[in-house]
């Protein structure tokens, strides 16, 4: 239960249903009681549940994680499994590597054909890539692609809700 030799548990109550935090103790001058949320994700970036405690901000999916399964192993990364950051019920969280969080992206706004990893390579070509292989092929069908792309995605331990539109 500690991140940054805190006790979370005496800090906070987590509600792993709601994925919500909230404040076990009275934080007198910054509006917050006994049994507040804490934290919102209009303090941080709006993708995350921020909380500023001791004049530092700490994730809130960290704190719940803690709170509910003990210390984060070093090197490792909480992933939203549906990709929303705000949601952290302990059912929408995993324990996993940078590299297996990336295996769980949602697909990028400059996607031309609304999947990853295909772009036009000629007029009537289209390359399908990645950042791990770079080139997996080539092809003139866009269904042929698609089929390329995804059964790479599955043999390569990509989660299921990679690629999901925003």
């Known amino acids: ?53 001791q004049q530092k901000k700490y994730y809130a999916h960290r704190i719940a994680w803690e709170i509910a399964n003990g210390p984060i192993p070093k090197g490792m990364v909480i992933d939203h499994i549906d990709g929303d ?45 990645s950042f791990v292989d770079r080139n997996i092929g080539r092809t003139d069908d866009f269904f042929e692609a698609c089929c390329l792309r995804k059964s790479w995605e599955v043999r390569n331990g990509f989660h299921e809700n990679h690629g999901r539109a925003r």
Not at 14 to 21: A, I
Not at 31 to 36: E, H, I, M, Q
């Open 1 to 53: 239960m500690k991140l940054h030799d805190i006790d979370w548990g005496e800090v906070f109550d987590y509600c792993p249903s709601t994925g919500l935090l909230f404040w076990r103790i009275d934080r007198p001058g910054k509006n917050a009681n006994v049994g507040d949320v804490a934290g919102s994700p209009k303090t941080g970036d709006g993708r995350y549940w921020v909380i500023h405690y």
């Open 85 to 129: 950051g705000t949601n952290n019920r302990l059912d929408n969280m995993r324990v996993v590597t940078r590299s297996q969080n990336q295996r769980n992206k949602a697909l990028q706004k400059n996607s031309p054909f609304g999947i990853s990893g295909i772009r036009r390579y000629r007029k009537s070509v289209f390359m399908v890539y």
